[in-house]
């Protein structure tokens, strides 16, 4: 992830999505799903968004749709990674994100994100899609998690 996303290697999208996708395949749930939702990124400076081409060739590998609009961020929020504390992380996410519509009520969908650390980002994502989108289950892949600072 890191070459993918710091050194905007493009070539470690297809051997990322292999992985990704061979183990969706294992999992029982994936004839349910109905979608595959990238996390809208924080930073839109780069030429390019990993996680929506990861979540593309992930959806293609398994023929399931990659929303790329259907979960908005309307607000600006810092990069997590560098606030520690739980609440000022909460409060970054409060009011951050949006559905764009009810497509996928009553549906189960597979939130994808790249990073995993404290879970606060998939949490707020996950209330949204359930309050707003009225979704009937979310399901959620990350890539990898950060290490822990001791």
């Known amino acids: 992830m890191y070459q993918l996303k710091d050194r905007l290697d493009r070539s470690k999208v ?3 999505a292999e992985v990704a996708a061979t183990f969706l395949k294992s999992r029982i749930v994936l004839p349910y799903l109905a979608a595959i939702i990238p996390v809208p990124p924080s930073n839109t400076n780069r030429p390019f968004q990993p ?3 990861l979540a593309t060739r992930i959806g293609q590998k ?9 979960l ?3 607000k600006p929020t810092e990069a997590l990674k560098g606030i520690e504390d739980s609440v000022s992380r909460k409060q970054q ?3 951050a994100f949006k559905v764009q519509d009810l497509s996928l009520a009553g549906k189960y969908v597979l939130v994808f994100d790249d990073l ?3 879970g606060e980002t998939l949490k707020a994502i996950t209330e949204v899609l359930y309050a707003q989108g009225k979704v009937a289950r979310v399901y959620v892949l990350t890539i990898t998690k950060t ?4």
Do not use: A, H, M, W
């Open 14 to 16: 297809e051997p990322i």
């Open 51 to 53: 996680v929506q081409e």
């Open 62 to 70: 398994i023929n399931l749709p990659v929303l790329l609009d259907y």
């Open 72 to 74: 908005v961020k309307v």
């Open 93 to 95: 996410l409060q009011g």
């Open 116 to 118: 995993f650390r404290s």
């Open 147 to 150: 290490r822990t600072r001791r």
